[in-house]
Structures are given as structure tokens and as C-alpha cells.
């Protein structure tokens, strides 16, 4: 008597619905996926009668025109003139420089300004734009 066994199937698995099913999740995720906006608090300070802006320094101010001429603090300066008051300012207490630019500034003439104020070590440079 000869006793017949069934051959089993081999086992395997089936990508093809897996991959749908991973699909749909992450459409679902994407779609129900909330993001969250920055938010800002609008303060208003309160006031005092005792109060003074005396005590505040007044940033030097660096004006960059077209042709790539320099203004500091309101005198025509050269290159040289801007890197020896920036080391001259960069020994205050309170070393800041505003940077203003024309539109048609060329690039290397901004970059020229922002590397002479790091090579001065003055750490608080700012770059202004006209708010439209």
C-alpha cells in the first residue's frame, strides 16, 4: 500500500498588493497631513514717561551707489577709507553697520563691504531693503 502525499505549494508573497496597499497609505498620509504655520505675536510695548532713546547708538551707516561708490555715515569714503573705519568701529562697545545698496548695485561691490566689516570683526552687519 502506497501512500500518495500531496506535494504543498510553496509559499510566497505576493508584492503586486502590497504595493498598492503602501501606495494608498501614503496618499492618505499626504492628503490628511496638517502643516503647521509659523506664527508671529503682534506686541505692542508699553510706554513710559521716563523713558529716552539717548542711550541708544546710532548704527553706522555704509550707502553702496550704482557705479559702486561708498558713503559712510554721510562722508564720500574710498575702499581703503570704509576697512579703516570699520576697524575703528569694530573697537566701540556697540559695533553695528547697516548696509544700504542701490537695486542696481553689482554684487561685488555688496560682497566687498559685508568681507571688509568681517575682516574688521564687527559682528553685527545688516543688509536693508525698501519694504514695497
Not at 577709507?81 to 542701490?102: C, W
Amino acid at each position: 500500500m502506497a501512500i500518495l502525499r500531496k506535494k504543498r505549494a510553496l509559499a510566497q508573497i505576493n508584492i503586486v498588493p502590497l504595493v498598492d496597499v503602501l501606495t494608498a497609505l501614503i496618499f492618505f498620509f499626504l492628503i490628511t497631513m496638517q502643516f503647521k504655520d509659523v506664527y508671529s505675536v503682534d506686541i505692542t510695548p508699553p510706554t513710559m514717561k521716563t523713558s529716552t532713546n539717548d542711550n541708544l547708538a546710532q548704527p553706522n551707516v555704509l550707502l553702496i551707489k550704482k557705479d559702486g561708490s561708498f558713503i559712510l555715515n554721510k562722508k564720500p569714503s574710498s575702499e581703503a577709507d570704509i576697512e579703516r573705519e570699520f576697524k575703528r568701529i569694530s573697537q566701540s562697545k556697540d559695533s553695528t553697520v547697516l548696509i544700504y545698496a542701490d537695486s542696481q548695485t553689482p554684487l561685488k561691490f555688496v560682497a566687498q563691504a559685508i568681507d571688509s566689516a568681517r575682516l574688521a570683526k564687527i559682528k553685527k552687519v545688516s543688509l536693508r531693503a525698501e519694504n514695497k
